[in-house]
């Protein structure tokens, strides 16, 4: 069974940084592209980043681009988000996702999500 | 941008539900339905505008292309009421999702 299971989300402060983790069983993670998507509570879901199979390819939404990082250790099965210069309005769920390598089509998979909370 | 309609639907068991996603540009067949309850994560019922993904009950159909799409539920179920997001992958980054229909008793 896949599972992707989401952590490191906490509260923090304005302007503080928060390394999120996105640990993969039962599927390879080098086989895929991986996206986090958010979601504000009682909002709709938002794409915050990407990160293709290799490393070679990555994208940021314009809300986070320049604060946050993603990153990836296929040996370790894992993908990560590097959230720095935090803001309230990063407050939210975030959820790891993977898409296939060659069409970015959807496989399905989505973690359980972690809570990140921003406020002084 | 993709623009879901109704916001909300309120319908009850056994009743037909057809949702609405139109983009404001071409996104070929490259959309996707999820459904999302409170408390879980987005579940992905439609891939590629007709597919439906693995595990995900007959009850539920996509059809469209280009800027117009459907989710149709043909026959509700107590667990089918929830909210449902539609997103586009033709276009990107940024990767977009609509902004939901909530599907209610």
């Known amino acids: 069974e896949v599972q992707l299971v989401e952590s490191g989300g906490v509260l923090v402060q304005p302007g503080g940084s928060l390394r999120l983790s996105c640990a993969a069983s039962?599927?390879?993670?080098?086989?895929?592209?991986m996206h986090w998507v958010r979601q504000a509570p009682g909002k709709g879901l938002e794409w915050v980043s990407y990160?293709?199979?290799?490393?070679?390819?990555?994208y940021y939404a314009d809300s986070v681009k320049g604060r946050f990082t993603i990153t990836r250790d296929n040996a370790k099965n894992s993908l990560h988000l590097q959230m720095n210069s935090l803001r309230v309005e990063d407050t939210a769920i975030y959820y790891c996702t993977s898409v296939d390598v060659l069409m970015h089509k959807p496989t399905g998979h989505w973690g359980q999500g972690t809570l990140v909370t921003v406020s002084s | 941008v993709l623009t879901q309609s109704p916001a909300t639907l309120s319908l009850s068991p056994g009743e037909r539900a057809t949702l609405s996603c139109r983009a404001s540009q071409s996104v070929s067949i490259f959309l996707a339905w999820y459904q999302q309850k409170p408390g879980q994560a987005p579940r992905l019922l439609i891939y590629?505008?007709?597919n439906r993904a693995a595990g995900v009950p007959a009850r539920f159909s996509g059809s469209g292309s280009g800027t117009d799409f459907t989710l149709t539920i043909s026959s509700l179920e107590p667990e089918d009421f929830a909210v449902y997001y539609c997103?586009?992958?033709?276009?990107?980054?940024?990767?977009?999702f609509g902004g939901g229909t909530r599907v209610e008793i």
């Open positions: 039962g599927v390879s993670l080098s086989d895929y592209g």
């Open positions: 997103q586009q992958r033709q276009h990107w980054p940024p990767l977009t």
């Open positions: 590629d505008a007709s």
């Open positions: 990160i293709s199979a290799r490393s070679d390819v990555i």
